[in-house]
């Protein structure tokens, strides 16, 4: 009887192991169509990248420009198509009025996105742009202009 027992455990052990290791492997699969990463410095650049080729970039125009705005950038996913905030490319125009966000080499060539601009953080809506892709190459700069009402 001691064994049965023994036995029963081992086998329901190895259930419980294989069924982990099957749920594992289908949330590993199922985030392949998640957000792009962000390198984890990603911040705003006063620098304007056009003739760099240090690295690849998106970059939003604001018409007027305004640094009390808070801009967002979205990525349309492509399964539920919701529009989903991108963490990390969030933020304030710069001194120079402009809003600069890197682009690691994996995500060349990703998208839609669009750049939504706020009246504040937190605050409305006042514009949205129009659908863009990230940079197809290295050293591209994606510029993307925005006119506020």
């Given at each position: 009887?001691?064994?049965?027992?023994?036995?029963?455990?081992?086998?329901?052990?190895?259930?419980?192991?294989t069924?982990?290791?099957?749920?594992?492997?289908?949330?590993?699969?199922?985030?392949?169509?998640?957000?792009?990463?962000?390198?984890?410095?990603a911040?705003?650049s006063?620098?304007?990248?056009?003739?760099?080729?240090?690295?690849?970039?998106?970059e939003?125009?604001?018409?007027?420009?305004?640094?009390?705005?808070?801009?967002?950038?979205?990525?349309?996913?492509p399964?539920?198509?919701?529009?989903?905030?991108?963490?990390?490319?969030?933020?304030?125009?710069?001194?120079e009025d402009?809003?600069?966000?890197?682009?690691?080499?994996?995500?060349?060539?990703?998208?839609?996105?669009?750049?939504?601009?706020?009246?504040?953080e937190?605050?409305?809506?006042?514009?949205?742009?129009?659908?863009?892709?990230?940079?197809?190459?290295?050293?591209q700069?994606?510029?993307?202009?925005?006119?506020?009402?």
């Amino acid at each position: 009887m001691k064994h049965k027992i023994t036995y029963t455990f081992v086998i329901l052990f190895a259930m419980l192991i294989t069924s982990f290791a099957l749920v594992m492997t289908t949330v590993a699969a199922s985030t392949d169509q998640s957000l792009p990463p962000r390198p984890p410095t990603a911040t705003p650049s006063a620098a304007s990248p056009a003739s760099s080729t240090m690295g690849q970039f998106i970059e939003l125009h604001l018409d007027p420009p305004l640094q009390s705005l808070w801009t967002e950038v979205q990525w349309l996913h492509p399964e539920t198509h919701e529009w989903l905030p991108v963490d990390g490319w969030r933020g304030s125009p710069t001194t120079e009025d402009i809003v600069l966000w890197y682009v690691g080499e994996e995500n060349l060539g990703r998208g839609p996105f669009r750049w939504l601009v706020y009246d504040s953080e937190g605050g409305s809506v006042l514009a949205t742009s129009t659908t863009f892709y990230l940079p197809a190459s290295i050293g591209q700069t994606v510029v993307v202009e925005v006119s506020i009402p």
